[in-house]
C-alpha cells in the first residue's frame, strides 16, 4: 500500500504541483478596484485634454466636450460637443473627424451642437 501511494505521488507530483499554484494564483487580489475608482479622473482628464484640443480649432470659439462610455477602459459610446462655431458645416465636420480620431467612435455617435458652453 505504502509503496503504491508513492509511485502515484511520484507519476502526478507535476500536475500536483500546477494545480496548486493555480490555486494560489487565484488568491492573489486583482487591481480592478483600484481601476474603477480612478475611472472618473480618467474621464475629466480624458476630456480636459480633448477639449482644450479641438478648442484650438480655427473659427470653433469656446466649447465643451462630453463623452460618455467606460472610462476606466477608455470605450467610449458618444460624444458631445457644444460649441460658439458649432452652426458652421466646417467647424463640425473638423471636430467630428478629430473626436473620431481620438476616441475611435462613429460620426453617428458624435454630435456637434452651437451654443454657449
Not at 475608482?37 to 466636450?65: C, H
Not at 466646417?90 to 456637434?112: E, N, P, Y
Request: hydrophobic share 45%; proline share 3%.
Amino acid at each position: 500500500m505504502d509503496r503504491a501511494l508513492k509511485q502515484l505521488a511520484g507519476k502526478y507530483k507535476y500536475a500536483v504541483a500546477v494545480a496548486l499554484l493555480g490555486v494560489c494564483l487565484m488568491l492573489l487580489p486583482r487591481g480592478e478596484a483600484k481601476r474603477e475608482t480612478d475611472a472618473p479622473d480618467t474621464r475629466g482628464a480624458v476630456q480636459s485634454e480633448m477639449e482644450a484640443t479641438l478648442a484650438a480649432f480655427d473659427d470653433v470659439g469656446r466649447l465643451r466636450l462630453m463623452l460618455t462610455g467606460d472610462a476606466a477602459a477608455q470605450r467610449w459610446t458618444g460624444a458631445v460637443i457644444v460649441c460658439e462655431g458649432g452652426e458652421s458645416a466646417a467647424v463640425r465636420l473638423k471636430l467630428t473627424q478629430a473626436v473620431r480620431a481620438l476616441t475611435g467612435l462613429s460620426a453617428d455617435k458624435i454630435a456637434v451642437i452651437k451654443g454657449r458652453p
